[in-house]
């Protein structure tokens, strides 16, 4: 399945985000409804854990069952599905209700808790609770003038030694780029690190069916001071 969407879809898209007056990401709500359950309507849905994260879970090991994880718009659930098989005790949240419903029917004895929750104001007993959190291809789909306040609530979801693993498109210029997605930049970037967290590696890759776009996995680690 493509990640590409037709002109038309994305043309469709635009004009959700456009309209989206009362919230930056009310649109995920929307597209999510009208696909009426076809997955081939949601064009970064393939179905399928995102390879960067199944090659990240086949370079560690868990030993200790009480770990948390926490998946930040969680779309259809399989990187939260990946995660829990590996170990983890996951939570995975999306704005869209109709998006958590659909996770619930894909995987109904799952042990994940899927629940609807907002990357800008989230739950505050999340603050610093989770070991690992799966930023994929979030923070790129929020338009610049809330990014950094993303930035800040995804960086305080971390726990102290805890990792981000984070997953966008990226530009080397600081102009405003078109969008969606609005692909990160390097100052960007480095709100990360002004919130608390250090980068410890770092790799470009070129996914098969974009190979015009540049993307980057970047795994962080919290440091033990909190940021506030």
């Known amino acids: 399945m493509s990640l590409v969407p037709p002109n038309n879809l994305r043309q469709k898209i635009i004009e959700m985000v456009e309209n989206s007056q009362s919230h930056p990401t009310a649109w995920f709500e929307t597209l999510y409804a009208e696909s ?83 990357l800008l104001d989230p739950d505050p007993n999340w603050r610093e609770k989770f070991d690992f959190v799966l930023e994929s291809r979030i923070t790129q789909s929020m338009p610049l003038q809330v990014r950094s306040q993303a930035i800040k609530a995804i960086a305080n979801l971390v726990a102290p030694d805890g990792i981000l693993l984070l997953i966008t498109r990226f530009r080397d210029t600081e102009a405003a780029p078109d969008g969606p997605p609005w692909p990160l930049s390097e100052a960007e970037l480095s709100a990360f690190k002004t919130c608390g967290l250090t980068e410890i590696n770092r790799h470009e890759f070129v996914a098969e069916n974009r190979p015009d776009a540049r993307q980057l996995c970047i795994e962080y680690k919290s440091i033990n001071e909190p940021f506030s």
Do not use: M
């Not at 081939?40 to 770990?67: F, G, M, R, Y």
């Not at 109709?98 to 609807?116: D, G, H, K, L, M």
């Open 36 to 118: 009426q359950g076809d997955p081939s309507l949601i064009p970064w849905a393939t179905l399928v854990a995102h390879p960067q994260l199944q090659q990240w879970l086949e370079n560690h090991a868990i030993e200790d069952d009480n770990k948390t994880a926490l998946v930040l718009g969680c779309g259809l659930g399989d990187d939260a599905e990946a995660l829990a098989d590996f170990g983890f005790q996951v939570t995975a949240f999306d704005i869209s209700p109709t998006a958590i419903a659909w996770c619930r029917e894909r995987f109904p004895n799952s042990q994940v808790n899927y629940t609807v929750a907002d």
